[in-house]
Every structure is written in structure tokens, then in C-alpha cells.
């Protein structure tokens, strides 16, 4: 394969690929990579992606194994897993569906779903909408929507999300999640959150923007490869996932150096 420290550095200034992606190109750089090297290219994988729960629990998993390659064998199996979340969600949403950002798992959620009409936010700043509406067009009658006019009137009759990580206390995902959410809270209309079991993390993660929390209790259900799963029954998991020690010290340190 490539270099793999050079793979590390690529993707820790990725800005474009999906969490997914970067987690399992970035296992198997972590496999070939042993010793005292390793704490070192995981800290350059996490500054880089500090919002992917993903990429800590891959960490994790590197850390805690007898050497990087059984670890990183092990957490994706756990990544091939996650695509069991698509089906939990999907046979129950509407017709008309709301979304924010650029999300593949929604994109697939979609895809098996084909509702009558996906609303995509434009998801400034970034505008990634424009994107998702591409992603979904073959699937759905797809369009974008301003964020105003999305937050202010919510036109849909459920609001779907992905997440970048999910913690024991909120989602993490791109800006304005948060107004859409409460905004379905006060119109009387289901907000889901569909995603994988690697973003659920024991410990709240340094972030900024564009990424932003959201509450868990401002959420329907979070659909998972576990199920639909109640914001409780989300908190309860994310505490009960084990992160190596290591990782607590580097999200001091993050906390630290931040401006």
C-alpha cells in the first residue's frame, strides 16, 4: 500500500470524504503503522477529524488490540456493521422528508425509502445541499431549500440527520442541526438521527465550527444497527463504550491548545 504516514497526513486534511471513508482508509494506514509511531499518527488522525466519533473509536480499538493490525481488523467489522442502520430507519419515514448537510447514510436511508420529496437544507456555510440534492435525485424528487426558510417553517413531516459522532449527552453534526431539530420539536414533527455504532463515544469531543450539538433529547429516535433508539437509550450506550486511556489525555490536550 501507500506510504502510511503519508495516508495519515492526507486524511487528517481531508475536508471532503464522509467519516466513513476516512475511518476505513485510515485503519488500514494505522495497521502498518507500529511501536512509538503509533500514539503519534493517531494524534495527527484525531487533531485533524476531532468532531468523528468514528476515528476515536478506531483509536481505540488500535490501542487496546495485541498490535495495530488485529485492532484495525476489528473495528471494521464493527464499520461494516453500521450499514444495519439504513433498514431500521427507512420502512418508517414519510413521504415528505427534511434534511441538513451531506450525509451518505441519509443519502442510503433515502435510497431504500425513495419517499415522495426530500427537502435538502443548502447547509451554509459549505452549501453542501446543492451535493446532497445531487446524491438523491435518482431516488426521490430532490430539491434544496434555504436554511431560513427550512429552520423557520420546517415543510416536511419528518426531519432526518446523520451525525458525527454521538455522545453521552448530544450529537455532534454540521451547523444548524440544532434550529432544525427544535424547529420539528415546535411544528409537531419527528426529528431522527440515523448512524453507525462507531460515533457513539463515552466522552464529550472537542469540536468547532462548522460542526455544532445538539441535545439528544431534542431527537425522536436515533436510528442504529441496535435498532431505533430512544435519546435515554442513546445516552446509555454512548456511556458505556470503552476508550483507552490515551485518548482522555489527548482531549485534554486538545482542550488545551484551543484558542
Sequence with gaps: MDDPWATVEEL???EESGASEIAQRAAHALAEIEGDRLP?????LLRGHPEMGTLWRLASEVLVAS?????ARAFLARLADDANAVPVLAPILPDRILTISCSETVRDVVKMREPKEVRCMSSQPGGEGMEMMGMLAAYTDASVIDDDEAIQGCPADAVVVGADAVTPTMLLNKMKTRQIAESARDHGIPCFSVTGETKFIPVELPFSPPFQP???HLLSGIATPMGLITPTEATEHAASITLHPVLRLFIDRFDDDAP
Design 214 to 216: 445538539t441535545s439528544l
Design 12 to 14: 487528517a486534511d481531508d
Design 67 to 71: 498490535d495495530a493490525a488485529t485492532g
Design 40 to 44: 503519534d499518527a493517531i494524534e495527527a
